[in-house]
């Protein structure tokens, strides 16, 4: 009998215009090298180090030890709603009912989900960037078309309401602001939120503005303590928060996140869920009640120890010639300037990358990624001493690099001839 001929497989146009998350790939590659015996020091995945809280795991396991291992409503157990709603009246005086609320699979489907919810093909989604990429993808995956606003990195990649709205126009349908930042660390000012919002309403009367909170409590500056309740005044219902559990208690895994939204736009989200996923696993969602309405002192904890990372991380960086950081105001990443570095050898932050994790076992995500050529993103959500061995394997990097750099043309074959050995 004849072999069968190799046959193509025919993809949709969707998934054939959609690519692996830069983060989650570059983490695969981390874990890849790792199987294989390598010593890595992965700066590149968003997820605390530190486990979930023994009393959000317990609640999880009673939960289950009394049943709650079924089915519950598409849009999650009442009391993790009502939880939801009452943090964000509490957090940022930012009125919304427990129906307005819908428990997600993590701040990803949130977003997923509200993109599904308002968005047709064709319609515009403006994106600041530098930007976390499933901003973009999952619109794109809609036939919706992402329009970026790039920010300006000498200001530290602020939000400056005319960069953004420049690119706001009638067939505007969302805009998403993130803050702070995931990777820039930027914080978003009242000024500039209440200035976006204004302007917004006049340019684009049928868009939503699309608030994602996932660093929320992770700041190291404080927000206008009216900042979210002001905005929200001026835009009503066309205003949508994404929010998760996943950071700020340590849960990436439980998979528990939450859209808050008007009420039409939650009922189009219980319809999407009830088809797609049916409803967020029950008992993580007991265990991510505890983790909001229990107590708050480690999330102070955790942070105060993400600021002496930050301070780490940033002063390193800025020691290293040709390398320049900013100070994150919030999240858990620094998203050092790295073209003073790049030449013919390591033409961009892809090469450097590559190269750093291959030669030195770290890994950080390139500013590609992130739409932000030229720049890197490095988590800081690793312990102290993971984080000094790292800064100082990226500093024998550099050394490395300057050498190639003055061995100009010939660096070329350096590369080679280090690969040529690895392989
Ligand atoms: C800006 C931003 N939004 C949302 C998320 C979603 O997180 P999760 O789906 O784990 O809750 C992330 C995770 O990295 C993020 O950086």
Same mark, same amino acid.
């Given at each position: 009998?004849?072999?069968?001929?190799?046959?193509t497989l025919?993809?949709?146009?969707?998934?054939?215009?959609?690519?692996?998350?830069?983060t989650?790939?570059t983490?695969?590659?981390?874990?890849?090298?790792r199987?294989?015996?390598?010593?890595?020091?992965d700066?590149?995945?968003?997820?605390p180090?530190q486990?979930?809280?023994?009393?959000?795991?317990r609640a999880a396991?009673e939960?289950?030890d009394?049943g709650?291992?079924?089915?519950?409503?598409?849009l999650?157990?009442?009391?993790?709603r009502k939880a939801?709603?009452?943090?964000?009246l509490t957090?940022?005086g930012v009125?919304f009912?427990?129906?307005?609320v819908?428990?997600?699979? *993590?701040? $990803?489907?949130?977003?997923?989900l509200a993109?599904e919810?308002?968005l047709n093909?064709g319609?515009?989604?403006?994106?600041?960037?530098p930007?976390w990429p499933t901003f973009s993808?999952?619109?794109?995956?809609?036939?919706?078309?992402p329009?970026?606003?790039?920010?300006?990195?000498?200001?530290?990649?602020?939000?400056?309401?005319d960069?953004?709205?420049? $690119?706001?126009?009638?067939k505007?349908?969302?805009l998403?602001?993130?803050s702070?930042?995931?990777p820039?660390g930027?914080?978003?000012?009242? $000024?500039?939120?209440?200035?976006?919002a204004r302007?917004?309403?006049?340019?684009?009367?049928?868009a939503?503005l699309?608030y994602?909170d996932?660093?929320?409590?992770?700041?190291f500056v404080e927000n206008?303590p009216?900042?979210?309740?002001r905005?929200r005044?001026?835009?009503?219902?066309?205003?949508m928060?994404?929010g998760?559990?996943s $950071?700020?208690?340590?849960?990436t895994?439980?998979?528990i996140g939450?859209?808050l939204?008007p009420r039409?736009?939650?009922?189009?989200?219980?319809?999407?869920?009830?088809?797609q996923t049916?409803?967020?696993a029950?008992f993580?969602?007991?265990g991510a009640?505890?983790?909001?309405t *229990?107590p708050?002192d480690?999330?102070?904890?955790?942070?105060?120890?993400?600021?002496l990372r930050?301070?780490?991380v940033?002063a390193?960086?800025?020691?290293?010639?040709?390398?320049?950081?900013?100070?994150?105001?919030?999240?858990?990443?620094?998203?050092?300037?790295?073209?003073?570095?790049?030449?013919?050898?390591?033409p961009?932050?892809?090469?450097?990358a590559?190269?750093?994790?291959d030669?030195?076992?770290?890994a950080?995500?390139?500013?590609? *990624?992130?739409g932000?050529?030229?720049f890197?993103?490095?988590s800081?959500?690793?312990?102290?001493?993971?984080?000094r061995?790292?800064?100082?394997?990226?500093?024998r990097?550099v050394?490395s690099?300057?050498?190639?750099?003055?061995? *100009?043309e010939?660096g070329?074959?350096?590369?080679?001839k280090?690969?040529?050995?690895?392989?």
């Amino acid at each position: 009998m004849k072999a069968s001929q190799p046959h193509t497989l025919h993809l949709s146009s969707r998934v054939e215009s959609v690519q692996v998350s830069p983060t989650v790939a570059t983490a695969a590659r981390a874990t890849l090298l790792r199987t294989m015996g390598r010593d890595i020091l992965d700066f590149s995945v968003g997820e605390p180090d530190q486990g979930t809280p023994e009393r959000i795991k317990r609640a999880a396991a009673e939960a289950m030890d009394h049943g709650e291992t079924r089915y519950v409503p598409s849009l999650g157990i009442p009391a993790l709603r009502k939880a939801v709603a009452d943090r964000y009246l509490t957090d940022d005086g930012v009125r919304f009912d427990p129906t307005e609320v819908a428990v997600t699979l *993590g701040g $990803k489907q949130a977003y997923a989900l509200a993109c599904e919810a308002v968005l047709n093909e064709g319609d515009e989604v403006v994106i600041p960037t530098p930007y976390w990429p499933t901003f973009s993808e999952a619109a794109r995956i809609l036939g919706a078309v992402p329009v970026f606003a790039p920010l300006d990195g000498a200001k530290g990649f602020a939000f400056d309401p005319d960069l953004i709205m420049k $690119k706001v126009r009638r067939k505007t349908r969302l805009l998403v602001i993130n803050s702070p930042s995931n990777p820039t660390g930027a914080v978003v000012s009242e $000024k500039a939120l209440v200035e976006i919002a204004r302007q917004l309403k006049a340019k684009a009367p049928d868009a939503f503005l699309l608030y994602d909170d996932t660093y929320s409590r992770m700041r190291f500056v404080e927000n206008h303590p009216r900042m979210l309740a002001r905005t929200r005044e001026i835009l009503g219902d066309q205003m949508m928060f994404a929010g998760t559990a996943s $950071k700020t208690y340590c849960m990436t895994g439980w998979r528990i996140g939450w859209l808050l939204a008007p009420r039409a736009v939650i009922n189009g989200v219980s319809a999407l869920i009830s088809h797609q996923t049916q409803c967020a696993a029950s008992f993580a969602q007991f265990g991510a009640v505890e983790a909001l309405t *229990g107590p708050q002192d480690y999330v102070a904890e955790i942070v105060a120890e993400y600021r002496l990372r930050r301070d780490i991380v940033v002063a390193e960086l800025n020691e290293i010639a040709g390398v320049t950081c900013r100070v994150p105001a919030g999240a858990f990443y620094a998203f050092p300037d790295i073209r003073k570095l790049l030449n013919k050898a390591v033409p961009d932050a892809l090469t450097f990358a590559a190269r750093l994790l291959d030669e030195q076992g770290v890994a950080v995500v390139a500013g590609e *990624g992130f739409g932000c050529p030229g720049f890197m993103r490095i988590s800081f959500a690793r312990s102290q001493d993971e984080l000094r061995r790292g800064l100082a394997a990226i500093r024998r990097f550099v050394g490395s690099l300057h050498y190639d750099a003055h061995e *100009g043309e010939r660096g070329l074959p350096i590369i080679r001839k280090r690969a040529k050995a690895r392989a």
